[in-house]
């Protein structure tokens, strides 16, 4: 079946810096990828629809130019978090939307614990 | 406003014994529904999928049915293990495909000795 490796699972980083997450589907392409937030013991919260080689769409509230997405191939999304802070602090998780027979399917990544300090 | 709820919040139960998740929405047009199985700190993995005329669909322990007129749908887990422990989401999805997804806020479940 489809899998969708993200890394790091896990990162740690000083006030002010940017971090990268990169997203990848390894056995197929996704032409459409999609960045999660998740809060503890919270449902995930779209932050943005990444689309190979065009602007990534962006859901009200979230701001692009502090997450930056680029999906510059049809195996490989990355999110930046600039200038990160404490706030940004979450669980980050991407999905690859395949398609099979019309319907599409949703494969997530495991995950991205960031802690900013 | 398209939701999808889920119940109960949080479940414990012992090893070995069933127990039914439910999923109530209000999404519409509707045009299938996910049921995944979440670990802590990992992501969200597919259990089942079902389309508006399908009304039951099973994946080794888990058998997912859905009622499409009373908007419902419920997950049952038989002969628990502790790693089902996880949370359970489910995941209803528009038509036009997209990411036209609402997710419930899962329940909690947890499988004691």
Known sequence: GAVVSQHPSRVICKSGTSVKIECRSLDFQATTMFWYRQFPKQSLMLMATSNEGSKATYEQGVEKDKFLINHASLTLSTLTVTSAHPEDSSFYICSAQTQDRGDYGYTFGSGTRLTVV | ?113
């Open chain 2, 1 to 113: 406003k398209n939701q999808v709820e889920q119940s109960p919040q949080s479940l414990i139960i012992l090893e070995g014994k069933n127990c039914t998740l439910q999923c109530n929405y209000t999404v519409s047009p509707f045009s299938n529904l996910r049921w995944y199985k979440q670990d802590t700190g990992r992501g969200p993995v597919s259990l089942t999928i079902m389309t508006f005329s399908e009304n039951t669909k099973s994946n080794g322990r888990y058998t997912a049915t859905l009622d499409a007129d009373t908007k419902q749908s419920s997950l049952h887990i038989t002969a628990s293990q502790l790693s089902d422990s996880a949370s359970y989401i489910c995941v209803v999805s528009l038509t036009g495909g997209g990411n036209k997804l609402t997710f419930g806020t899962g329940t909690q479940l947890k499988v004691e000795l």
